[in-house]
């Protein structure tokens, strides 16, 4: 966290080397069909439908300025600092319940849901903001935030203070908003060879 902006601009770059078309692809998250919707976020949207009914006119990913670059950085180590992790059973006293942190508490979807409404005001549109299903390496369920731009899908994440280029996370990416309609959810191909543990139950 200690990187000056130009540094964190020039990781953002070399994280992702396109050099070849191969690499170029890679860098972007590869989306299959429309999947289920989590039941966290269906509920979530029931008593707040504006958040579900974002539509998004098919476009290019957002420009990685290095001004953008900074504030996404920003965004991410000032959300990670405030809320302070807490699950839904303390919170709520419920396994599941999709929420902004406003009382400066919150779990994982909470955390995602803040950057996203923050990066929202800078002028990122919703759908390259997406909020993103993953596996852990030990098989607990996870969420994070992917912020799609011309230079690849980074992941914003309240257990990585860094923001990183999704292939260089230890996740499984599962499913995601879809860019078209943020109600709408799709899987993610994610072929990539890795070590994950058997999900819990």
Sequence with gaps: MGLGRGMLWAAAGMALGLTTVGAQAQSFMQNGGRTTQPVGHYEFCQSSPAECAQVTPRQAPTELTRSLWARIVEVNNLVNTMVVPRTDLEIWGVEERWSYP??????????????????MKAGMPAGNLLITVVRQPNGDGHAVLTARTSLGDFVLDNLEPRVLAWQDTPYEFLKQQSERHSGVWVSIEDDRQMLVGSVKK
């Design 102 to 119: 406003t009382d400066g508490v919150g779990d994982c979807e909470d955390y995602v849901l803040e950057k996203r409404r923050l990066l």
